[in-house]
């Protein structure tokens, strides 16, 4: 795909998150054709995104960045740790002050400032917390591909995007299928569903414009978005998918997750 690769690392990065948007809204599409789906299915679908966001933190984001500070002559453990860690304490602040809820969860255990939205309201939020990492993830795999850097290829880029897709997949249909069975219309499940995924467009022009133009910072920020992916497993997805038993279905998901994002991550980068 020539005209891709022609593109600005800018461009290429909003078709890419326009591409995992667009997963979200295929998942959320569920609910046109399913109103009920098993506590055991939507653990697996959450256990898988979570494996997937594990592999892809370290295959494509930590390891690039790690090779990329020895290459600009930084400290590598000391960069890549500081930048980790913030991208963690970033979520952290995000979840302290936003206001969402989490899947299986009464509007009384919502999180962030109390507020009077609707239940629907603050489960999209919480899905639209676990994209901003994902899409700044993908904006800062394009942005590196110009660095001339070996561990950072536009293939390498393409694979995290596409890893990032197939996991929104499940997280859309998280959205709007429990929304379906709380009684609201198809339709209106589907735009709740679809729309926790807006964000990601946004953070990865974000992403890639910021490394473009501050080239030093790009393996502080690979381990920034790595950083505040983990944040979102451990702190969100992985919690979900063991909510109410089942954790034996919910864990060999992630872990299946975690395969297919390591073979498209070692095939395709």
């Known amino acids: 795909m020539d005209w891709f ?3 600005s690392p800018v461009f290429q990065a909003f078709i890419a998150t326009l591409f995992t948007w667009g997963v979200t809204a295929l998942g959320s599409s569920m609910v046109f054709f399913f109103k009920n789906v098993s506590k055991k299915l939507l653990n697996s679908m959450l256990g898988f995104a979570a494996g997937v966001m594990i592999a892809a933190s370290f295959w494509s984001l930590i390891n690039p960045a790690l090779e990329m500070a020895e290459s600009l002559k930084q400290i590598p453990w000391l960069v890549v ?5 913030a991208g963690g304490l970033f979520l952290l602040l995000v979840d ?3 206001p969402h809820l989490h899947l299986g969860f009464d ?3 919502s999180e962030g400032i109390k507020t009077s939205w609707q239940r629907s309201v603050l489960l999209v939020l919480a899905i639209t917390l676990h994209n901003i990492p994902e899409g700044l993830a ?3 795999a394009f942005g590196g591909a110009v660095a001339g850097i070996p561990s950072a290829t536009l293939a390498g880029a393409v694979a995290l995007a596409i890893g990032i897709g197939i996991q929104n997949f499940p997280e859309g249909a998280a959205v ?3 929304l379906r069975r709380e009684g609201y219309t198809p339709l209106k499940s589907f735009m709740y569903g679809q729309a926790s995924g807006i964000v990601e467009p946004i953070a990865g022009v974000i992403g890639a414009a910021a490394v ?3 080239e030093k910072i790009l393996p502080f920020a690979l381990a920034f978005a790595a950083g505040a992916m983990i944040f979102v497993v451990v702190e969100e997805l992985i919690p979900e998918a063991q909510h109410e038993g089942e954790t034996d279905i919910s864990t060999i998901a992630t872990m299946l997750g975690f395969i297919i994002m390591m073979i498209l991550d070692v095939t395709l980068g």
């Open 212 to 214: 473009i133009y501050m």
């Open 5 to 7: 690769k022609d593109l």
């Open 96 to 98: 302290k002050f936003l």
């Open 107 to 109: 509007k009384n255990e």
């Open 176 to 178: 709007s299928l429990p």
């Open 138 to 140: 993908v904006g800062v």
């Open 81 to 85: 740790s500081i930048g980790f860690l």
